[in-house]
């Protein structure tokens, strides 16, 4: 199935959102809680799956939907139809602060994998499914488990990752080497592996992980500065520890400062 061809603008800078236009007919799949708002005679359909595999009956239906339960994600999916006679647009929004970033499938080789939580929408045909790791070293240490997600089809897609994004475009035989976290996604040319970090020092005192990510040229590879786990991370440090405490930020007079300020809570 030819993925619906869709103009789109993005907006924003740390917390960015997407407008896709459409023309009658068009259509966006996307996941279940990134709608933003969208024009009148936009017409809300939930779906098994990603709706690539309508051809195939309800067996192609479910075992699309059921392939979505191994990355963490849900059954059902929501396509977004212009019924109208002109063109409408709808918007969808990051999760997280980050960045939006369209992927061409057609520049690609039809084919764009990308960590588990990755996509936010993509245009109607283009098939959201499973990549399994071949690599049991990467599968158990590279920080993505032994499954990602990948987008099939000749249309757009849109993934979303957390801080600034980096893309590196690497040429044949180049290596770079990432933290496991920071991948968001990368080319079927790539070869994706791990690498073990080294040395005593590094690895019980380096805070870093135990393992490199190493992607191999030839291929584009995107990586984020601000993987969610570790932005939540930092979140649950700081969070108080017992009851209603504070951690004292932003004075340094700690629990005083808060009761000069009127932060203080009783």
Known sequence: MNAHEIDYKIFGEEMQFVEIELDPQEGVVAEAGTFMMMNDQIKMNTIFGDGSN????????????????????SLFMTVFTNDGLGKKQISFASPYPGKIIPIDLNEFGGKFICQKDA???????????????????????GGEGFIMQKMEGDGLSFIHAGGTMAKKVLQPGEVLKVDTGCIVGFTQTVDYDIEFVGGIKNTVFGGEGLFFATLK????????????????????????KTGNGSRGEGSILGGIGDLLDGDNKF
């Open 54 to 73: 309508q051809e195939k009956g309800i067996l192609g239906k479910i075992f699309s939907a059921g392939k979505r339960i191994l990355t963490g994600e």
């Open 119 to 141: 996509f936010l929408c993509a245009a109607k045909g283009v098939s959201i499914g499973i990549e399994f790791s071949k690599k049991l070293g990467r599968g158990l240490f």
């Open 217 to 240: 040229g030839p291929g584009t590879v995107y990586v984020q500065s601000l993987p969610f786990s570790r932005l939540a991370g930092r979140v649950l440090a700081m969070a108080p």
